[in-house]
């Protein structure tokens, strides 16, 4: 580099002419006429000096040598994916919902999250929502992959959330990579949550793949999805036919006519074990509440089918449920004919409603 040679600074923006050296300093005069100095190695000649009288470095500077660009970092090599290690029991699909406090000695006022269990060798394509009573449509939560064996944090919501959430829906399809794998069904799952168990520290159990007590709800059990709140009354009837079959084997079967019009009968098994796959944390209050809920929800589906008859199987037990049922049929449906349900079909523990017209209306 020498005196008058036109230079660009290699880090910084500019440039201008150096008009004097001094060891490996150059001080560059820019078109504003301020000296800089600025050491030779930051410096890149774009144009050799002119004679003194000609001033070039007031004309447009000209660049005539190729800028040298810094270097462009260089992108670290991405880890390969861990190998799934894969069990024998895990070719089933196990998927749990739980809902962790995330403060349990604060129920009042700590915050959940919601989390999602893979418990098997495949990957899960989820979709996570929830609505609440008075909504008509559902909203996304989450959504995503979750890997082989693994929990994941599907989202936080506080005591305010609580009411949004009083459904809750999990749809997944389950797939492996990059190997052969049996086929597992799709699968939907609703569950209606009772959101009075989040201020009851006697809801939150301890549970096999948690460390800290958590409210947990099966999604998918030995690959078999929860099953829907609803019963199917004709299996069920041939189910009860079948079990009574073994315990008399000469019982005589009845004409085909009879079995058509027991099947004209909604049957309506009310016992907790049928209506919910997982009653922990459920106070007996709590279950009553359910069941009766239940009942309230088959009688007004039919409210309007006069003479239709409902049977409604509650066990004996204490007799709580039936007096329970009693005392909503003689308060809200006084209409109604009420007796018990036969013993030869249903066996001790049933009664029959028949709908009848309110003629106080």
């Not at 580099?1 to 880090?11: A, C, G, P, Q, S």
């Not at 992959?145 to 929990?151: K, S, T, V, Y």
């Not at 609580?162 to 699968?187: C, E, M, W």
């Not at 009075?196 to 947990?216: C, G, I, R």
Request: glycine content about 6%; charged content about 30%; aromatic content about 8%.
């Amino acid at each position: 580099m020498k005196i008058n040679d036109t230079v660009r600074f290699l880090n910084d923006v500019g440039g201008g002419k150096i008009v004097r050296l001094d060891g490996k300093t150059a001080y560059v005069e820019d078109q504003d006429g301020f000296e800089r100095p600025v050491p030779t190695s930051e410096l890149v000649v774009v144009q050799a000096g002119a004679p003194a009288h000609h001033h070039s470095y007031d004309r447009p500077l000209q660049v005539r040598s190729k800028l040298v660009e810094p270097d462009k970092p260089t992108m670290a090599p991405q880890p390969k994916p861990e190998p799934v290690v894969e069990t024998p029991e895990g070719e089933v699909l196990n998927i749990t919902l739980a809902f962790e406090p995330r403060e349990i000695k604060h129920l009042n006022t700590t915050t959940f999250y919601s989390v999602l269990v893979n418990d098997s060798n495949y990957f899960l394509y989820i979709t996570y929502a929830s609505r609440a009573d008075e909504d008509r449509g559902w909203t996304t939560q989450f959504h995503g992959i979750i890997e082989p064996n693994m929990q994941v944090n599907l989202n936080e919501f506080g005591h305010d959330d609580l009411n949004d959430i009083t459904h809750i829906a999990v749809q997944y399809i389950a797939f492996k990579q990059g190997k052969q794998f049996a086929l597992k069904n799709p699968a939907l799952v609703t569950r209606r949550i009772d959101v009075t168990k989040f201020y009851k520290l006697h809801s939150f159990q301890s549970n096999e793949y948690f460390d800290n007590p958590v409210l947990a709800i099966d999604i998918t059990r030995n690959d078999l999805p929860a099953k829907l709140l609803r019963i199917d009354s004709s299996a069920l009837e041939n189910s009860m036919r079948d079990r009574r079959a073994g315990r008399d084997n000469r019982q005589v079967s009845k004409p085909s006519q009879a079995r058509q019009r027991r099947h004209d009968i909604v049957v309506q098994d009310l016992h907790i074990a049928e209506l919910l796959d997982d009653t922990r944390g459920l106070s007996n209050s709590d279950m009553l509440r359910y069941q009766l809920d239940k009942f309230r929800e088959v009688m007004n589906e039919n409210r309007n089918n006069l003479g239709q008859k409902l049977v409604f199987i509650h066990g004996k037990g204490e007799g709580v449920l039936r007096k329970a049922l009693l005392d909503e049929l003689r308060r809200y449906w006084p209409q109604c004919e009420v007796q018990d349900a036969s013993f030869q079909e249903y066996g001790f523990g049933a009664t029959q409603v028949t709908i009848h017209r309110d003629e106080r209306k």
